[in-house]
């Protein structure tokens, strides 16, 4: 199956700092997501990127297809921004999406007031 | 506002015990997943349906695991019998497949946190 690895494992950050995470995915994709999972559980759609840019606030996310990998950028980080941010994917599969995402081991994020 | 639903939150069970989870996808979604969340394994999907027909259960461990959905505003996730290493945050998501579409964006409820005893 589809490989997604995700880096760093851990980022500890001062409110205020900008930090990038990485997602790199072993084979093309139709789909790729990212989300943040709060301290309570919750898994929260930040965003659905399988190509281009987006930014939504401080948060902003490029998915490079061609070269299988996508960053999430985080500027100006809060407290509240602590938790696990995923990454996951569905493989490209001539065209049919079923929407079976393989998830990546997350980022912990970390931030300090 | 618009939310997938599981119920209940949490869940502890005896082993040995059937345990049904249930999911209410976001109405007019055609597709329903069931994730399973471990420390060891991460997220995991155990199963998903579109148009309430089951497409694909191959990551769930069929002689314990069933997953239904008796009609469009209900999914469920049944163990039985339970275990201890059936503990874990099990996931409901729901997403609109289009066809001819790019990809299915999947959002998620907020889960159910299963412990077996």
């Known amino acids: 199956g589809i490989q997604v690895e995700q880096s760093p494992p851990d980022l500890i950050l001062q409110e205020g700092a900008n930090s990038t995470l990485r997602c790199n995915f072993s084979?093309?994709?139709?789909?790729l997501q990212w989300f943040h999972q709060n301290p309570w559980g919750q898994l929260i759609n930040l965003f659905y990127?399988?190509?281009g840019t987006k930014q939504n606030g401080r948060l902003s996310a490029t998915t490079v297809a061609t070269e299988r990998y996508s960053l999430l950028y985080i500027s100006s980080s809060q407290t509240t921004d602590s938790g696990v941010y995923f990454c996951a994917v569905e493989r490209h599969a001539g065209g049919t999406s079923y929407g079976k995402l393989t998830f990546g081991q997350g980022t912990i994020l970390t931030v300090h007031p | 506002d618009a939310r997938v639903t599981q119920t209940p939150r949490h869940k502890v069970t005896e082993m040995g015990q059937e345990v049904t989870m249930r999911c209410q996808p976001i109405?007019?979604?055609?597709?329903v997943f069931w994730y399973r969340q471990t420390m060891m394994q991460g997220l995991e999907l155990l199963a998903y349906f579109r148009n309430r027909a089951p497409l694909d259960d191959s990551g769930m461990p069929k002689d314990r695991f069933s997953a239904e959905m008796p009609d469009a505003t209900l999914a469920t996730l049944k163990i039985q019998p339970s275990e201890p290493r059936d503990s874990a945050v099990y996931f409901c998501?729901?997403?609109?497949?289009?066809?001819?579409?790019?990809?299915?964006?999947?959002?998620f409820g907020q889960g159910t946190r299963l412990t077996v005893v």
């Open positions: 990127i399988p190509s």
């Open positions: 084979d093309s994709v139709n789909n």
């Open positions: 998501a729901s997403g609109l497949a289009v066809f001819g579409g790019r990809g299915v964006e999947a959002f």
């Open positions: 109405l007019g979604h055609n597709t």
